[in-house]
């Protein structure tokens, strides 16, 4: 399935490799044009290199690493260079290998991990999202339409321990994304999340990783349920998360969606605290 909003401008960050470079290479083929946002300068030349014709003309590349950087200024230069954004892909992510390399046979325990680990990974996988979508929020509610897609991490990855600073980062982009979705209930703009649901092939699992590579999800997965989430067949769509490797393409796409999808966050454990009554 292609979507029907082909023309329009999206920045995905974490483009260069992995579940990015694979979104950036099927948006391209779906007529998008798609500034692609990374800190591997390199990693983004090759990608630039992947892309020909047609579709390399509607690419632009952007250096950042967005554990330091000025999201205004960046979307400023996306807005010269593409036009105005239309779609937000918040997938920029770091993770565990940053504190070690092994750390799939022997996790690190939460007061083995430096401050800097720690700011850095809230830094790339919550706070950015919170400047980038805080950036082009104001044009998508004046067109009343925009799309904002989070991709965070299984629920129980959130929890897992050994998994700080990775886990607890992701979940607040989790609950950031719930939150979202409900300010901007009914104004055209919806804000959702995507994982993959499960460990994927990708230069975020080390080499030497206890899996074998083939039997990893791969970064393809992505593909069907973020064409649909891009689409008008998901206008008001917003608040929920999808999970890659339940989408059955098989099925019509909102009968995948149903069986793919569920609340953000958790929002069928939350209760709201008791509150006093407005003060007239």
Known sequence: ??????????????????????????????????????????????????????????LAVFTADLSDFDATQLVGRINASLGQIDILINNAGIGQSQIRADYHRHPPKFYQITTEQWSRAVAINASAVFQLSRAVI???????????????????????GGYAPYGPSKACAEALSSVMAADLEGSGVTVNVLIPGGVVNTSMIPPDAPFSRDQLLQPQ????????????????????????????????????????????????????????????
């Open 1 to 58: 399935m292609h979507t029907d909003r082909t023309g329009q401008t999206v920045l995905l960050t974490g483009a260069a490799n992995g579940l990015g470079k694979s979104m950036v290479l099927d948006l391209l083929e779906q007529g998008f044009r798609v500034a692609a946002v990374d800190r591997d300068a390199s990693g983004l030349e090759r990608l630039r290199d992947e892309t020909a014709g047609s579709a390399g003309q509607r």
């Open 138 to 160: 104001e044009p998508m509610l004046t067109r009343k339409w925009g799309r904002i897609v989070n991709i965070t991490t299984s629920l129980g990855t959130m929890l897992r």
């Open 221 to 280: 997965a992505m593909l069907p349920p973020l064409r649909w989430l891009l689409s008008r067949a998901a206008d008001g769509v917003s608040g929920r998360r999808f999970l890659a490797h339940h989408w059955d393409a098989a099925l019509a796409s909102e009968q995948a969606a149903a069986q793919a999808g569920a609340a953000v966050g958790w929002r069928d454990i939350a209760a709201l605290p008791v509150t006093p009554n407005f003060v007239s």
